[in-house]
């Protein structure tokens, strides 16, 4: 399969420290693959350093073979890379409408506000209260939905499921199952591996700013023993 | 003569007339300063300078190109906004990732720079402009003579505020403004270009400064110095409302511009620091300012 987004050797630094050692990802089109490490290791360095909100970076990120190293990040969205932080990003002083009119439309593609609010009906009982005053699934759900409206086709999701309850995780994991079905290709980034195991093709495990190894889905059962030392569980 | 408090009510009506056009500037400087704060993270202390040139440009367009006050109402303000367009674009934007202090210390020097070369050219005295032909004289309410321009001035600062609000609360380009005050960096990965969004706040703040200072020119006199005087006070305005609230910059501008005005009618005295003392006691009280949200 051809790459999608296909990251070489990629550096990062935060100020003098240097956080990415050298990543190497491939993947493919309408492909969902999890990158899964400890704490610290440069998960969530990795999807910032992708989407150019980390700017001190070297190597080589292409998407669909286009260098994306000296796009400027207002114009990162425009070839296609959405990005939902670990924070989820939503913003207090928006309603949970504005929130999700927030970001421009990219592409064709992307869900109607009317398809939105019908997978997520929560947000339209809710669409005129501040956004932060929805609980912490609503606002991943919120987080996620407003990037659907844009048309990218690479989701860089770094930690939905974190802090959730189990029922909410769930309902995540179904949202992404439909992305999937649709051909969004999706990075995530996710400590809970049981959860990414059902939805991923594909898993990268990273230690030291590094990828350390790269296994199909269906390998997970002969690896455990790896995992459970590079993730220290 | 009707009396209240012992003080003659056309006395107190008149003062009060004063606190709220003195609260109608107080809250249309204010406005723009709280935007530009809230957006930028700059201290504009242009904005004094920024007001000046707005009567200026009034002032010299009317003697040089026969410009009059309605053609001003509308040509000064989007002067002024090039003007702090162009010098956002090419100074103030190398500043921002460098200490907040920077930004304040140069838009300082530049409020020296503008209102130096203003009082080279036209000395510390003040110029007259008049009041427009349809808004001169005054209309009498019957307890009270009421200017017709300084009632204008009223209604249309109450009118520009509320515009401002409402392009920040309600539109979309709001919407973009007030994301881009909480996460820029986000907004920006969204792909709404954020450093154009600073360039047109940073324009729209002097741009409000201009049209107040148009509105100023036939009250007070055209002066280099008339931003300095002003300013100082306003920047008190912006203490009390809270840094970054908008509505909160509004409504203590008009407040404060009338608690001065009635200082004036009961404590004389008083009257010059009645807004510093409030000041001092709500950063005692509430650090945050009355609107502000505490950080």
Known sequence: MAALLEVSNLEAWYGESQALHGVDLKVGEGEMITILGRNGVGKTTTLRAIMGLIRSRKGEIRLAGKDMLPVPLHKTAKHGLGFVPEERGIFATL???????????????????????????????????PGTKLSGGEQQMLAMARILRTGIKVLLLDEPTEGLAPVIVQRIGDVLQKLKARGMTVVLVEQNFRFAAKISDRFYLMDHGQMVADFPVGDLPNRMGELNKVLGV | MTM?????????????????????????????????????????????AQYMLGAFVAFLGMQHFGMNFWAALIVTPLVVAIFGAIIERLLLSRLYDLDPLYGLLFTFGLALTVEGTFRYFYGAAGQPYSVPAALSGGTNLGFMFLPNYRAFVVIVS???????????????????????????????????????????????????????????????????????????????????????????????GYLLGI????????????????????MAIVLLIRPAGLFGKDA
């Open chain 1, 95 to 129: 309603t949970v409408e504005e929130n999700l009119k927030l970001p421009p439309v990219v592409a064709e593609g992307g869900m109607s506000l009317d398809e939105i609010y019908e997978l997520f009906p929560n947000l339209l009982e809710r669409r005129s209260s």
């Open chain 2, 259 to 278: 608690t001065e005005g009635l200082t004036k009618v009961f404590y004389p005295e008083a009257s010059s620091i009645v807004i510093f003392v409030i």
């Open chain 2, 158 to 252: 109450l009118a520009g505020c509320l515009a401002t609000w409402a392009l920040i609360e309600k539109t979309r380009l709001g919407s973009y403004l007030r994301a881009a005050t909480e996460n820029p960096s986000l907004v920006q990965a969204f792909g709404i270009n954020v450093p154009l969004l600073l360039t047109l706040t940073y324009a729209l703040g002097a741009g409000l400064a201009g049209f107040t200072g148009v509105l100023a020119a036939p009250i007070y006199q055209v002066s280099p110095l008339m931003g300095t005087n002003l300013i100082i006070v306003v920047f008190a305005v912006v203490v009390v409302g809270g840094m970054g609230s908008i509505m909160g910059a509004i409504i203590t």
């Open chain 2, 4 to 48: 209240i408090f012992g003080i003659p009510i056309q006395a107190l009506l008149g003062q009060l007339l004063v606190g709220l056009i003195n609260g109608s500037f107080y809250a249309m400087l204010s406005l723009g300063l709280a935007v530009i704060f809230g957006l930028l993270r700059v201290i504009n202390f242009a904005h004094g």
